[in-house]
């Protein structure tokens, strides 16, 4: 079968043949891939800066943002049959008995650092024709979502945000109170959302979704595709090279929540100094190692403090997180079926993985898409 490895010691990217994987216990479970959608972090992994292959081997296949259809099942696997579709869960736990997120099921908060992430750390990924996985990280999807449910991996990133965002939220007086609403002429909540690529975007619908008064900034110039996704959803779209990250306020007001989906230090920055009084700064990025930012540290911090103004790093997801994407993506398709749409306009065959990984980006999510 085919599959798209990365052979770091070679500094090489390239399709390569592997037997077919078979179900050897039985809460296995055999996929074949549908789609796999790529992302910054297998961008990262194809330039050699990032991702580890598994012990003992020198390549690591790809892909973490997958679909797939279950083929057969282990003899002690009830919840699947084959035809089910499912997505996989991207990280499993590290193995330390001490450790109380994994024990728990909870390895998108592990706390040893030495779990494992499919495709990406320690373990192969899903760019492959087959793959044989356990049964209980496999996300159901119901098949009337099959045309975008390799959406699902990239939204669960804003689910976990969001998950967390609630109970930071409980520290301050009711956001949705009609009363206090009336009183302050049924001001909502603004949201930021930085970055208008795929996590930016999708992050602005869940945002949209749940009443916030949505803003996409980001880098690109009006009309491109990612602005015209944010408009289908009701939010606005800003440039930053029209209107500065100073100059953001006077066009939103307060801001009460960034989620940031870019990953550039600098621009992350500019904007945490924008942040309004008792505001919440998400950040979902992974910057690169890049140029020193110089900053003015004190002020920051004595804005932070001053203002109750909280930041929160959030990595990967956990069980409940891939249940919430999915019970979104439904609302998304029914309010939003084109703009969802939107951001899958093209599909490449397995063949051309790499050139498409390497070479530049096509529309807003790149998926690599599997003829059985
Ligand atoms: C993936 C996460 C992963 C993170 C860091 C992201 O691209 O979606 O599942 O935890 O990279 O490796």
């Given at each position: ?106 390895q998108d908060f592990c ?42 991996e990239p939204l669960t ?216």
């Open positions: 079968m085919k599959a798209v490895a990365v052979f770091p010691a070679h500094r090489e990217v390239k399709l390569i043949e592997q037997e077919e994987p078979v179900i050897t216990q039985s809460h296995h479970v055999k996929l074949h891939l549908l789609e796999v959608g790529i992302c910054g972090t297998d961008k990262e992994i194809c330039s050699f800066a990032y991702g580890t292959p598994p012990a003992g081997a020198d390549f690591l296949v790809i892909g973490h943002e997958a679909l797939g259809e279950v083929m057969e099942v282990g003899d002690a696997v009830t919840r699947f049959v084959p035809g089910d579709l499912v997505v996989p869960t991207v990280r499993r736990p590290c193995t330390h008995e001490l450790c109380r997120s994994c024990r728990a099921g909870h706390e040893t650092e030495d779990f494992t992430e499919r495709g990406i750390k320690g373990a192969h990924g899903y760019l492959a024709e087959f793959v044989v996985d356990e049964d209980q990280y496999m996300n159901p999807v119901p098949q009337h979502l099959r045309e975008i449910a390799v959406l699902v990133i804003a689910e976990k945000a969001e998950y967390q965002l609630y109970t930071l939220m409980q520290r301050r007086p009711p956001w949705i109170d009609p009363a206090l609403s009336e009183r302050t002429q049924g001001r909502g909540h603004t949201a930021l959302v930085l970055g208008a690529g795929p996590v930016g975007l999708l992050g602005a619908m869940a945002l949209q979704a749940r009443e916030f008064e949505t803003f996409v900034y980001s880098r690109g110039q009006m009309p491109n595709p990612q602005s015209e996704v944010a408009q289908a959803i009701g939010a606005t779209y800003f440039s930053s090279q029209v209107v500065s990250p100073s100059q953001l306020v006077a066009h939103i007001g307060p801001i009460d929540l960034v989620y940031e989906a870019v990953g550039h230090s600098q621009f992350m920055f500019e904007v945490l100094r924008v942040l309004g009084p008792n505001g919440i700064y998400v950040l979902t990025g992974i910057p690169g190692w890049q140029t020193l930012i110089e900053a003015d540290l004190a002020t920051l911090f004595r804005e932070m403090v001053l203002k109750n103004q909280v930041m929160l790093g959030t990595v990967n997801a956990g069980p409940h997180d891939f249940r919430a994407a999915v019970a979104d993506l439904e609302i998304f398709n029914q309010r939003w079926p084109d703009a969802v749409r939107a951001l899958l306009a093209e599909r490449t065959p397995i063949e051309q993985a790499t050139d498409r990984i390497l070479g530049r980006p096509v529309g807003i999510k790149n998926v690599i898409s599997f003829q059985h």
